[in-house]
Structures are given as structure tokens and as C-alpha cells.
């Protein structure tokens, strides 16, 4: 339900955006809707009149998939859409309101008298930030509520909105003359600063990162917890070297460098930051093999290890934990587990007794097959009281935590003395799943420092 209010919710703002203006200026005598209206039957009415077709075609869709609730594609994919949703309903409305009392939907040609050529505020960087709009919102809508039938009608409607885009050129290339063709040759057709340099390519990168940050830094406040989330803030601190880097390389580009900075210094930062990048995507690739990792069957042991409770019900990644070590008991009828886990300050009972009772009356795990290690605090621990329990170095254990958290468990069981040990990785909860895996990265780095 949720879901389907914030999709209604973009899609009343984006299309109030379109009605009000189109009011506002009828209350000028301002005709807006241009589209299909011309007298002359020629290639270019069709494809206006199409195009009007489709346009309506597609919000109707979008409403019977809303309500239908009919979404094919996991959550991480309705999050992305809702990105796209929000970002095309603030690129629409900086649209109408920087082309003011210019702004018409589809070719105005028995008015073109008055009209301006309008190249300043977002137009500086789209020529058509209209059309641009409708694309992100219903790639949105789509990705949000995906299903064959809005792909057909989403995809037909972009199609002919670019055959309208096409269109329009055309005709303001031969109204406006040498004007219209200096300002395509400096601004792109959908977005960018026309064409694309090494620092142009930079600009746009660092830029879509900050507004992805910033728009993922609210997901996770909302998905995981609040402020509450362990490095939330990091999304904050990527945002604004982004940005800054834009502002940076907007000033490279347009030539208004106010600070030079000494070469050597560019040098150097640019070796560090690839080093730092290699070093990123390296660990990364280790984080993310361990979450695919296969578990060995029959193991002896098991280790579960502690996420957090709330109260005497464990948090969303020590369910995803309990969930994954049931289904590995159930698999591999000999193996034993070990719920590791203490009671933390908010916590009713200890984590290794609550992983204890989902397991024997959620899961039906027989109590035999059950023992617990209540001690410890954080993973060293758990690891380190659970071998004591074991009592055997070299004994077939399996860790079960969380996928991004494989790779430092098992650095840290090897570290232990652990000799034949695996990964038994549950699922990573995404959307924070990606934060989970980004912070893991320093997670790693801490071990590596510490045991170099």
C-alpha cells in the first residue's frame, strides 16, 4: 500500500504540474495544448496526434498497475523508480517554470511571434528538460510497478515523445536560425553540456553520485531504522565531495578557476584516489564472492552469529540469520548449532536464547540440535566463545551471518584458530543491503590494519 501511495502521489504532482500551468495560462489567453492542433494533415501532425495517444495511454496504464498492484521486479528496483519518479517531477517543474508563458505542449507555430528562445536555467543543460521529465517518471512508475503491458505502452510513449523532440528541432532550427543551432552545438539533448570531454564525463559522474547518495541516505534513514543505522552519515560525507567535485570541474570547464592548485598536488591526488579506487573495487569483489558463496553440506557446526534485538524479537538481519540456519538444519540433519550471541543493554533476553526459540518454535528445530553461547558482544567474540564450545580447532564449522558480512567473519574465524571452516551466508536486506556492503569495505580495512 505504501508503495502504491508515494507512485500516486508523483504521478498527481507531475500531471498537476501540467494542469495548473495549462490554467494559468489559458487565464492569460495563452492556448497551451498546441498538440495535433495544426490545420495542415502532414507527417508531423500524426506524429503529434500519436504521440497525444500515447501520452494519455500511459498514465491510465499506470493507474490500473498502481491499483492493480502488480510489481514484478524485487524492491531494490521500486526504490531506483521512486528515484527516478521524484527526480523527474522536480525536472518537470523547473521545466515550466523557467520557460514561463513560452512553455507549450507540442509545435506552436501560429504563435511564434512572441516566442523567446529560453537557454538559461535548466535549459542550460537540457534542451528538452520537458521530455526529459515525462521519461524519468514513467521509467518510475514502470520500474516501480513493472509489467509487460506498461513496458509496451512506457516504451511506445518514449518513442514518440522523441519523434516530437526530432520534430520540434526542426522546426525552432528554422524559426530561431543561427541561434538555435549555437545553442545545440553547447547543450545536449536530453542532458549534458554538449560535447562530452574527459572532465565533462567526470562532472556527470560526481554528479549523478551525489543525488544518488542524497536520495540513498533518506532510503536508509527510512529502511533502516533512522539514525540509528551504524555510518548512515557516510552517504552525507560521498554527497558532498561530489558535489564539490562538480562545482570543481564546472569552474575547469567554464574557465573560472579561482583557486590554481599546484600540479604536483593534482598529480598526487589523482594517483592516490586510483590507488584508493583499485583498492575499493578489489575488496569489494571479495565482500560481495563471499555473499555468493555455496555452503558445504553437512557440516558439524553451525555458528549463528548475534544482529541486535528489539526487545525479544531479533532486528531484520538476525531474522534473515535465524531463517538461513533453520533451512540449513533442515537440509543437514547432522549438524549441530551454535546460537551465539549476548544481552545487550535494550535487550530483554540474550541474542543466542532468542535465535533458540525461533529456531525450536518457528522453525521446529529439535533442542537437542541446540547450543548456546551468551557471552559475547561483537563477532570476535562470538567467534572465539563458540570455538570454546566447539572444543575442537578442527571441527567442519559454517558461520551463518549475513552475505556482506562473510568475508570478515571468516578472516576472523581463521584468526581464531578455526582450521576447517565456511560461509553459510543469509540473505543481505537490500535496499541497506548496499550500505551494508559499502561499510563493510571499512569494516574489512579495520581487520586488515589491525593484523598486518
Same mark, same amino acid.
Given at each position: 500500500?505504501?508503495?502504491?501511495?508515494?507512485?500516486?502521489?508523483?504521478?498527481?504532482?507531475?500531471?498537476?504540474?501540467?494542469?495548473?500551468?495549462?490554467?494559468?495560462?489559458?487565464?492569460?489567453?495563452?492556448?497551451?495544448?498546441?498538440?495535433?492542433?495544426?490545420?495542415? *494533415?502532414?507527417?508531423?501532425?500524426?506524429? @503529434?496526434?500519436?504521440?497525444?495517444?500515447?501520452?494519455?495511454?500511459?498514465?491510465?496504464?499506470?493507474?490500473?498497475?498502481?491499483?492493480?498492484? +502488480?510489481?514484478?521486479?524485487?524492491?531494490?528496483?521500486?526504490?531506483?523508480?521512486?528515484?527516478?519518479?521524484?527526480?523527474?517531477?522536480? %525536472?518537470?517543474?523547473?521545466?515550466?517554470?523557467?520557460?514561463?508563458?513560452?512553455?507549450?505542449?507540442? $509545435?506552436?507555430?501560429?504563435?511564434?511571434? &512572441?516566442?523567446?528562445?529560453?537557454?538559461?536555467?535548466?535549459?542550460?543543460?537540457?534542451?528538452?528538460?520537458?521530455?526529459?521529465?515525462?521519461?524519468? $517518471?514513467?521509467?518510475?512508475?514502470? /520500474?516501480?510497478?513493472?509489467?509487460? $503491458?506498461?513496458?509496451?505502452?512506457?516504451?511506445?510513449?518514449?518513442?514518440?515523445?522523441?519523434? !516530437?523532440?526530432?520534430?520540434?528541432?526542426?522546426? /525552432?532550427?528554422?524559426?530561431?536560425?543561427?541561434?538555435?543551432?549555437?545553442? #545545440?552545438?553547447?547543450?545536449?539533448?536530453?542532458?549534458?553540456?554538449?560535447?562530452?570531454?574527459?572532465? #565533462?564525463?567526470?562532472?556527470?559522474?560526481?554528479?549523478?553520485?551525489?543525488?544518488?547518495?542524497? /536520495?540513498?541516505?533518506?532510503?536508509?534513514?527510512?529502511?533502516?531504522?533512522?539514525?540509528?543505522?551504524?555510518?548512515?552519515?557516510?552517504?552525507?560525507?560521498?554527497?558532498?565531495?561530489?558535489?564539490?567535485?562538480?562545482?570543481? /570541474?564546472?569552474?575547469?570547464?567554464?574557465?573560472?578557476?579561482?583557486?590554481?592548485?599546484?600540479?604536483?598536488?593534482?598529480?598526487?591526488?589523482?594517483?592516490?584516489?586510483?590507488?584508493?579506487?583499485?583498492?575499493?573495487?578489489?575488496? &569489494? +569483489?571479495?565482500?560481495?564472492?563471499?555473499?555468493?558463496?555455496?555452503?558445504? &553440506?553437512?557440516?558439524?557446526?553451525?555458528? %549463528?552469529?548475534?544482529?541486535?534485538?528489539?526487545?525479544? &524479537?531479533?532486528?531484520?538481519?538476525?531474522?534473515?540469520?535465524?531463517?538461513?540456519?533453520?533451512?540449513?538444519?533442515?537440509?543437514?540433519?547432522?549438524?549441530?548449532?551454535?546460537?551465539?550471541?549476548? !544481552?545487550? #543493554?535494550?535487550? !530483554?533476553?540474550?541474542?543466542?536464547?532468542?535465535?533458540?526459540?525461533?529456531?525450536?518454535?518457528?522453525?521446529?528445530?529439535?533442542?537437542?540440535?541446540?547450543?548456546?553461547?551468551?557471552?559475547?558482544?561483537?563477532?570476535?567474540?562470538?567467534? *572465539?566463545?563458540?570455538?570454546?564450545?566447539?572444543?575442537?580447532?578442527?571441527?567442519?564449522?559454517?558461520?551463518?551471518?549475513?552475505?556482506?558480512?562473510?568475508?570478515?567473519?571468516?578472516?576472523?574465524?581463521?584468526?581464531?584458530?578455526? @582450521?576447517?571452516?565456511?560461509?553459510?551466508?543469509?540473505?543481505?536486506?537490500?535496499?541497506?543491503?548496499?550500505?551494508?556492503?559499502?561499510?563493510?569495505?571499512?569494516?574489512?580495512?579495520?581487520?586488515?590494519? #589491525?593484523?598486518?
Amino acid at each position: 500500500m505504501t508503495y502504491r501511495v508515494i507512485a500516486l502521489l508523483f504521478l498527481l504532482v507531475f500531471y498537476g504540474i501540467y494542469f495548473i500551468k495549462m490554467l494559468l495560462q489559458r487565464r492569460k489567453g495563452i492556448v497551451t495544448d498546441q498538440i495535433a492542433k495544426g490545420k495542415v *494533415r502532414d507527417k508531423g501532425f500524426y506524429i @503529434e496526434l500519436i504521440m497525444k495517444i500515447a501520452t494519455m495511454l500511459v498514465p491510465l496504464t499506470e493507474v490500473l498497475s498502481i491499483v492493480l498492484g +502488480v510489481a514484478m521486479l524485487p524492491i531494490m528496483y521500486r526504490v531506483i523508480g521512486m528515484y527516478f519518479a521524484f527526480i523527474g517531477d522536480i %525536472v518537470f517543474f523547473a521545466s515550466v517554470y523557467t520557460m514561463r508563458d513560452s512553455w507549450r505542449a507540442g $509545435v506552436a507555430a501560429d504563435d511564434e511571434k &512572441e516566442r523567446k528562445l529560453v537557454t538559461t536555467g535548466i535549459y542550460n543543460y537540457s534542451r528538452n528538460p520537458a521530455f526529459l521529465g515525462f521519461d524519468l $517518471v514513467y521509467a518510475g512508475i514502470l /520500474l516501480m510497478f513493472f509489467n509487460p $503491458v506498461l513496458l509496451a505502452v512506457s516504451v511506445f510513449a518514449m518513442v514518440m515523445l522523441h519523434m !516530437q523532440i526530432l520534430r520540434e528541432e526542426e522546426f /525552432l532550427t528554422s524559426f530561431f536560425g543561427n541561434d538555435y543551432t549555437e545553442y #545545440k552545438e553547447r547543450t545536449s539533448r536530453y542532458a549534458g553540456m554538449g560535447k562530452i570531454t574527459v572532465s #565533462k564525463a567526470l562532472l556527470y559522474i560526481y554528479f549523478v553520485l551525489g543525488i544518488w547518495s542524497v /536520495l540513498y541516505f533518506f532510503t536508509c534513514l527510512s529502511y533502516g531504522g533512522g539514525f540509528s543505522l551504524s555510518w548512515v552519515w557516510l552517504w552525507l560525507l560521498i554527497a558532498a565531495f561530489s558535489f564539490i567535485r562538480v562545482w570543481m /570541474l564546472k569552474s575547469r570547464i567554464d574557465g573560472n578557476e579561482k583557486i590554481k592548485i599546484p600540479k604536483i598536488f593534482v598529480w598526487a591526488y589523482r594517483i592516490l584516489f586510483i590507488v584508493f579506487l583499485t583498492y575499493f573495487a578489489i575488496t &569489494e +569483489v571479495k565482500i560481495i564472492g563471499a555473499m555468493r558463496a555455496r555452503a558445504k &553440506e553437512d557440516l558439524d557446526y553451525i555458528i %549463528v552469529l548475534g544482529a541486535g534485538l528489539h526487545g525479544t &524479537e531479533p532486528s531484520n538481519p538476525y531474522k534473515a540469520r535465524i531463517e538461513r540456519a533453520a533451512m540449513y538444519l533442515d537440509e543437514n540433519e547432522g549438524t549441530i548449532v551454535i546460537a551465539s550471541g549476548g !544481552q545487550g #543493554k535494550f535487550e !530483554q533476553i540474550s541474542e543466542a536464547e532468542c535465535a533458540k526459540r525461533k529456531l525450536t518454535s518457528k522453525y521446529g528445530i529439535d533442542e537437542s540440535r541446540i547450543l548456546l553461547e551468551e557471552k559475547s558482544t561483537d563477532t570476535e567474540e562470538n567467534l *572465539r566463545y563458540s570455538l570454546e564450545v566447539i572444543g575442537d580447532p578442527a571441527a567442519s564449522v559454517g558461520i551463518v551471518t549475513n552475505g556482506f558480512h562473510e568475508l570478515r567473519a571468516l578472516s576472523i574465524a581463521k584468526r581464531e584458530g578455526y @582450521e576447517n571452516v565456511s560461509s553459510v551466508p543469509a540473505r543481505t536486506l537490500f535496499p541497506v543491503g548496499i550500505h551494508y556492503v559499502v561499510r563493510e569495505f571499512f569494516g574489512m580495512t579495520e581487520f586488515y590494519i #589491525k593484523n598486518f
